[in-house]
């Protein structure tokens, strides 16, 4: 059987979506953040050094990181429908998306969370500065960054209706953390239609609707 260590509002969300495209039986072992530092529980480092979710236990194998589960679950579980043919130009973009999704992607939004949240992790006397600092990294550096991003996924998305091709794939599901994160933080106005498209196509599948019935509330559906 497999677990799926599963911390609330976390990327793990993928993982139990996965599965239930897949259709694969699971059992998911929840875990919640503080209320007040949104950090994973200390249990969690029993089971990975890192404390990190998601961490997959099936068997003797245990998997962590998403991409490192994804790319397991497609092996053991094979779905053609979830995974373009080998050699195809639809297989490289999937591989590119995969491995971005958690790559670049990840950098600036990660990087905004933690800016943001310094002026509330301060003295009270020195938030003052740490609001300047972060308004004006936010302004220099960050949300340009951000735009550049999501412009690329949306001309992307102008390209195919997936992100690897015509077909949904697993690559679309790696790639809906950091568009939905993206779109909490900074949101998405009348020149992302085809984002907001791909947020509402994915929100209706019915393996998405049964995978935040598993693992809880989810802020960014």
Same mark, same amino acid.
Do not use: C
């Given at each position: 059987?497999?677990?799926? !260590?599963?911390?609330?509002? %976390?990327?793990?969300?993928?993982? /139990?979506?996965? $599965?239930?495209?897949?259709?694969? #039986?699971?059992? *998911?072992?929840?875990?919640?953040?503080?209320?007040?530092?949104?950090?994973?529980?200390?249990?969690?480092?029993?089971?990975?050094?890192?404390?990190?979710?998601?961490?997959?236990?099936?068997?003797?194998?245990?998997?962590?990181?998403?991409?490192?589960?994804?790319?397991?679950?497609?092996?053991?579980?094979?779905?053609?429908?979830?995974?373009?043919?080998?050699?195809?130009?639809?297989?490289?973009?999937?591989?590119?998306?995969? !491995?971005?999704?958690?790559? %670049?992607?990840?950098?600036?939004? /990660?990087?905004? $969370?933690?800016?943001?949240?310094? #002026?509330?992790? *301060?003295?009270?006397?020195?938030?003052?500065?740490?609001?300047?600092?972060?308004?004006?990294?936010?302004?220099?550096?960050?949300?340009?960054?951000?735009?550049?991003?999501?412009?690329?996924?949306?001309?992307?998305?102008?390209?195919?209706?997936?992100?690897?091709?015509?077909?949904?794939?697993?690559?679309?599901?790696?790639?809906?953390?950091?568009?939905?994160?993206?779109?909490?933080?900074?949101?998405?106005?009348?020149?992302?239609?085809?984002?907001?498209?791909?947020?509402?196509?994915?929100?209706?599948?019915?393996?998405?609707?049964?995978?935040?019935?598993?693992?809880?509330?989810?802020?960014?559906?």
């Amino acid at each position: 059987m497999i677990t799926v !260590h599963h911390l609330n509002d %976390s990327r793990s969300q993928r993982v /139990l979506w996965l $599965l239930e495209e897949l259709g694969a #039986p699971y059992e *998911v072992k929840r875990y919640q953040r503080d209320a007040k530092t949104m950090l994973a529980p200390p249990a969690l480092k029993a089971i990975h050094p890192l404390g990190k979710s998601p961490v997959l236990d099936e068997g003797d194998a245990r998997v962590a990181e998403t991409g490192a589960i994804v790319e397991y679950l497609l092996e053991t579980h094979p779905a053609a429908h979830l995974r373009p043919a080998p050699g195809t130009e639809a297989a490289r973009r999937f591989t590119y998306w995969l !491995h971005y999704a958690e790559g %670049s992607a990840m950098t600036p939004l /990660l990087l905004k $969370l933690i800016f943001n949240a310094i #002026p509330g992790r *301060v003295p009270f006397l020195a938030r003052g500065v740490a609001k300047g600092i972060s308004k004006g990294m936010n302004a220099a550096m960050i949300d340009p960054q951000i735009a550049a991003h999501t412009a690329y996924w949306e001309a992307e998305l102008g390209r195919s209706e997936w992100f690897a091709g015509d077909a949904f794939s697993a690559a679309d599901i790696m790639m809906s953390f950091p568009v939905e994160a993206a779109g909490s933080r900074v949101g998405y106005g009348a020149d992302k239609p085809k984002l907001k498209a791909f947020l509402q196509k994915i929100h209706a599948r019915p393996a998405y609707q049964r995978a935040l019935e598993r693992g809880g509330p989810y802020s960014y559906a």
